[in-house]
Every structure is written in C-alpha cells, then in structure tokens.
C-alpha cells in the first residue's frame, strides 16, 4: 500500500519527504505527497504556490518516483488533510515536526496533535534535530 507524507515547504516538510521516501522505497511502494495549499485569493498565488512545492520537491526526490497531490483546504487546514488521507489507500502517513525545547513546549503544536489524533492509521512522526542546519541530512525517527 501506499505511503503518504505530509508536506509543508520548509526544513521540517523536507525530512517528513526524505523519510517517506525511504519508508516507500522499504516497503516497495507508492508515495504521495500531499499539500495543502494556502488559499490565498491572490491571482497568480496558487500558481506560483504550486510551482514553488513542485520544486521543493523536485529538489528533495529528484527521482520522481512520487506523485504530488495538492488540496484546496478550505477554512480547516487540519481537517481537510485528514479527510483526503481518508481518501487514499495507504499503509503509513509520515509527518515532520519541528525540534522543540522541553520548556514550554511539552506538546508537538496543535495542528500536528489533530493530526495524530484524527488521522485514523500509522502516523510516523519525525523532527529535526536541534541544530539541523550544521547536519542538514541527519534525522531522528
């Protein structure tokens, strides 16, 4: 079955397509990354908001061995991502989250909680380490 990453255009979105590529290519499957875009009632934006994450997953799975699935989100980002995974015959759902400190910070953030929580199979949840920058390929899992 299919593996899906949840992608956002940034350093945490880019270890969730590393992974689920690696968790893909294990498992000898499909992988789908899904975004949500941003809905923006700009003219131009989602094309130029497509571009940009087609490229930044070019740039990381330069293979092509994916398919990108891209949503219109509506007012609820969470639940929108949820119901489309729903859709989509999948053995795991991988998720990136960034590094946060023990202070304050016990939690992941509320969008990755509703996420956990809702999405009703296998969420695999990775973050970067701490000082990611200085090691931009090394990951926790």
Do not use: Y
């Not at 330069?62 to 398919?67: Q, R």
């Not at 219109?72 to 995974?85: F, I, N, Y």
């Amino acid at each position: 079955m299919t593996v899906i990453a949840l992608h956002e255009h940034s350093d945490v979105g880019r270890l969730a397509l590393r992974t689920a590529n690696a968790e893909a290519e294990l498992r000898n499957t499909q992988l789908i990354v899904l975004f949500a875009l941003s809905g923006s009632d700009e003219p131009h934006a989602e094309a130029a908001e497509r571009d940009t994450i087609e490229a930044d997953v070019r740039d990381v799975l330069p293979s092509g061995n994916w398919t990108l699935k891209m949503i219109h989100p509506g007012r609820d980002h969470v639940g929108a991502l949820v119901e489309e995974v729903g859709r989509i015959e999948h053995s795991l759902v991988v998720l990136g989250t960034p590094h946060r400190s023990p202070v304050g910070k016990i939690f992941l953030g509320r969008d990755h909680q509703r996420l956990l929580l809702e999405i009703d199979s296998p969420v695999l949840v990775v973050k970067l380490r701490e000082h990611h920058e200085h090691h931009p390929h090394k990951w926790h899992r």
